[in-house]
């Protein structure tokens, strides 16, 4: 059952209260750091990927906006920092303390919302790999069963300058290629490997991964590297010890079969991300997609991927929040006809503008894509990767109360009051 709160005298549920704190981001008070960074996996470093979990297990990330500012300025190019202006204009309502009887509690402008928790304790950001890499910064525990590798090779696309606006990566690659230097150093098939065994066999923190790159300008696009890193994983982690799914991101190939050696390899599932499915919008927020990949080589290959290996193996990401619910929903439909799962990653604004803003949709706009997929889900038999869910995601968390969601909806209309979800 999805867990109720109240903000300003409003019902939220707890898909709600994630995008609210997901898009404004939190403040976090040294207590909680003190108090929980020796039991628990929570850290004062952004790189580590802190997430809190609802009273209902939703997985919330939890970007603590003091620390994500210090970050920023410490790793942003000059020009960069410019963009900072627009941070200044963020002031969270959320905030994390700790309560008068130890607990962690989420407050909207002081006023207790709810009590929550997070990750049980981890050792993994202390490790470096037998080669000296460190895997903070390399790699993420999201939530309580994730691991994912979220930049395991450089982009071509970026460094050509033509980066997805909202993708802060893109930012970097394309600054370095402005200034001549070269991409800073990606983990190794083994580190990749011995990152995952420590995730999946030693501290058993993950039952699913995620490898994640870049775009590259090969036309049979990153599967050969996804293949080696797959190959290695099994050799040393075994891939049959991942016991959720294992979900790979590529650029479409130009020949959709050279993707068979991926799931040859032992990949689960295959992500060709459109991001934005609005063809204007993706011309300016995805440039380089649009202009080097483009939406057919897109959808030719989600297409035969469902065709040859069945409903649910084809993915998309999104990034929610850039463009209007409805133009969303309509893309994550018409994929959903073809057996292709829309990943829908919310939007966080402050790291890059997109379109000029860094301001994401108030919650009617979330309720309309919790409501409008969990209907796409359940029409057409479409389940999203993950188990819990991930930390800036809502579709695992909307399919896993997809029958909620929507009896939710029915009993609302038939009392003839929408007043929270439309
Ligand atoms: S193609 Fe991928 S890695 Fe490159 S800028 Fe866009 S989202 Fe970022």
Not at 45 to 51: F, G, I, R, S, V
Not at 64 to 78: E, F, I, P, T
Not at 87 to 111: A, C, T, Y
Not at 257 to 269: I, L, M, N, Y
Request: net charge neutral; proline share 6%; hydrophobic share 35%.
């Amino acid at each position: 059952m999805l867990s109720r709160f109240r903000i300003n005298g409003e019902e939220v549920d707890s898909l709600d209260l994630k995008a609210m704190v997901v898009t404004k981001g939190i403040k976090v008070s040294n207590k909680i750091y003190e108090k929980f960074r020796k039991t628990h996996r929570i850290c004062p470093d952004p790189l580590t990927c802190n997430c809190l979990i609802l009273p209902d297990e939703t997985v919330v990330q939890m970007t603590d906006v003091a620390l994500h500012l210090k970050y920023l300025k410490s790793a942003m190019s000059l020009e960069s920092l410019k963009q900072l202006k627009y941070f200044f204009q963020m002031n969270s309502p959320f905030k994390l303390e700790v309560s008068n009887s130890g607990r962690p509690i989420l407050l909207h402008n002081g006023e207790k919302i709810t009590e929550v928790e997070f990750p049980s304790k981890s050792h993994f950001y202390e490790q470096v790999t037998s080669s000296g890499l460190p895997y903070t910064g390399n790699a993420v525990l999201q939530g309580v069963d994730v691991l994912s590798f979220q930049c395991l090779w450089a982009c071509d696309y970026a460094r050509a300058g033509y980066p997805c606006q909202f993708c802060y990566s893109g930012g970097v690659f394309e600054q370095l290629a402005r200034k001549n230097k070269p991409n800073p150093p990606v983990p190794t098939t083994r580190d990749v490997a011995e990152i995952t065994d420590y995730a999946v066999n030693k501290e058993k923190a993950a039952k699913y991964l995620q490898l994640t790159g870049g775009s590259t300008m090969d036309p049979q696009a990153e599967c050969r590297i996804i293949k080696s890193y797959l190959d290695e994983i099994d050799s040393v982690a075994g891939l049959k010890n991942i016991r959720g799914e294992v979900l790979v991101y590529t650029t479409p190939p130009t020949d959709p079969k050279v993707v068979d050696q991926v799931f040859e390899a032992g990949a689960d599932r295959i992500a060709c991300s459109l991001e934005v499915w609005d063809e204007e919008l993706a011309k300016a927020i995805t440039p380089g997609k649009s202009k080097f990949t483009g939406r057919k080589r897109h959808l030719d290959c989600l297409k035969y991927i469902s065709k040859e290996y069945g409903p649910n193996k084809a993915c998309s990401s999104f990034v929610v929040g850039v463009e209007p619910a409805e133009s969303f929903l309509k893309g994550a439909e018409y994929l959903a006809t073809e057996g292709i799962v829309a990943i829908a990653s919310v939007w966080i604004p402050f790291g890059r503008p997109v379109m000029g803003k860094m301001q994401a949709p108030g919650l009617e706009y979330y309720r309309k894509v919790k409501v409008g997929l969990a209907d796409i889900y359940m029409k057409y038999g479409i389940e999203p990767p993950g188990g819990v869910g991930f930390n800036v995601c809502l579709c695992r968390d909307t399919w896993n109360h997809r029958s909620e969601i929507l009896g939710e909806h029915v009993q609302e209309n038939c009392c003839g009051s929408e007043k929270n979800l439309e």
